[in-house]
Every structure is written in structure tokens, then in C-alpha cells.
């Protein structure tokens, strides 16, 4: 895997930022933003300086070099990540256990992954780049799969004033990550989910990502 760096986006003191997730966290915990549509989640990164991270970046940024449904083993456990748990008003609620939130957690409120990341099993479900297409990864290069996109994809500009059928006029995007509001299992390493771009759903929120020499030649174009 090439390397690349996470950011999260979330909400501090009412105002939108970003922090890179290995940063030390404030006095008063971020909460990371959900409710935003890929073309919205796509347009922040860009605006940024960044990108949305391909699918195959995420999930190996999520194992974080482990090979269980967690990066912590098999099983789920209520204290390190945030799901739908017995406080949630969900069907698919687990009632029997509490992660200590019904709704969404400040970042940082569960241990990270051996990565320093946090929130990659839970929290929040996160938007990435790729395109969803069954047979992609059947033909796909080995290393670094850079996620399928049609070009028409890439231009549909879709906002609060279409209707409802326009915004399923694209072709679906990828989610990963379990949220406060999926089952556990949302949360496995493997686990993915496929919404129309345009869908706006109270779970779901992204990180940036960004190529590492990129980084690297903006830190030494701004000395």
C-alpha cells in the first residue's frame, strides 16, 4: 500500500475544521460530522487540499495490520467501539449491552487501532471513493486498487433542490465502518454497505485522506 495519511472531519467550538486523528485531543472533544452526501464529503476534501481515501486505503488503514472482524479479535466488545447498543431505539439494537452513548460519541471516546486512528470500527460510518461494481476487485491490480469511478459519476451535481428520484440517478458509492446506529457487525474490517451518493443518512460521515509526498511538499512550500 502506497502511503497515504487519514484526517477525520468533524464539528469543534460550532466550527468546521480538520485535525490529522494522531493529533492530541482538546479539552472539549470534537464530534465527527454525519448527514453529508458523497458529492458534499468529496467537495470538502478537495477544498482542502485532500481527497476521499479508495476503499482498499481504508480497510487496510481500519485492520491496521490485524486479520480478525476487528482490529481488536473476533468478538465485539461494548468498550471499544461505538454501536447500536441497548440505549439505541433500533431493530437491530444488541439490548443487552451499552457502549455508554445512544447517539454519537466525541472522537477519541474509545481506544484507537494499533494505527493511532480512531473511530474505525464504530462511531460513524465513513464515505470513500470508489464506485460499487461487484466484479472490480476481480480484475483489479493486486497493490493499491485505485477503486472503479464511470466518468459520469464523476460529473453528477446533485443538491438539496433535486427530487427524490434524481438523487438516485448515479451510480452507488461505498461505505465502510460500522456507526452508532448498525449492528455490530457494520463494524467487521470487511464489512461494506452501497448508497446512492446523493442519499443524506444521520450514520454516515467521511475522513480525508491524502498522499504522504503531498503532504510532505506542502508542509516544505509552507516554510
Known amino acids: 500500500m502506497a502511503p497515504f495519511i487519514f484526517y477525520i472531519f468533524f464539528f469543534f467550538n460550532d466550527t468546521a475544521t480538520t485535525e490529522i486523528y494522531t493529533l492530541s485531543l482538546h479539552d472539549a472533544l470534537p464530534i465527527s460530522v454525519d448527514s453529508v452526501t458523497w458529492m458534499e464529503a468529496k467537495g470538502y476534501c ?3 487540499g485532500k481527497r476521499l481515501p479508495t476503499e ?3 480497510e487496510y488503514a481500519s485492520r491496521a495490520g490485524t486479520q480478525t472482524n476487528f482490529y481488536w479479535g473476533d468478538d465485539y466488545d461494548a468498550a471499544k467501539a461505538n454501536f447500536c ?3 439505541c431505539e433500533l431493530n437491530v439494537r444488541v439490548a443487552d449491552s451499552s457502549d455508554g452513548f445512544k447517539n454519537t460519541a466525541p472522537v477519541g471516546s474509545f481506544p484507537p487501532n494499533p494505527y493511532g486512528l ?3 470500527a464504530g ?3 465513513e464515505w470513500v471513493f470508489d464506485t460499487h461494481d461487484p466484479s472490480y476487485y476481480i480484475m483489479s491490480p493486486k497493490d493499491n486498487p485505485s477503486g472503479w469511478v464511470p466518468l459520469q459519476t464523476e460529473e453528477v451535481q446533485l443538491g438539496p433542490e433535486q427530487d427524490f428520484l434524481a438523487e438516485r440517478s448515479a451510480s452507488r458509492k461505498i461505505v465502510r465502518g460500522g ?3 448498525s449492528h455490530p457487525s457494520a463494524g ?3 464489512s461494506r454497505k452501497v448508497y446512492y451518493p446523493g442519499y443524506r443518512i444521520e450514520g454516515v460521515g467521511f475522513r480525508c485522506a491524502a498522499d504522504l509526498d503531498e503532504v510532505f511538499q506542502g508542509v516544505q512550500k509552507a516554510e
Open 46 to 48: 478537495k477544498s482542502s
Open 56 to 58: 482498499a486505503e481504508w
Open 85 to 87: 447498543d441497548g440505549s
Open 118 to 120: 480512531y473511530d474505525m
Open 123 to 125: 462511531n460513524v460510518s
Open 179 to 181: 456507526d452508532w446506529e
Open 188 to 190: 467487521w474490517s470487511a
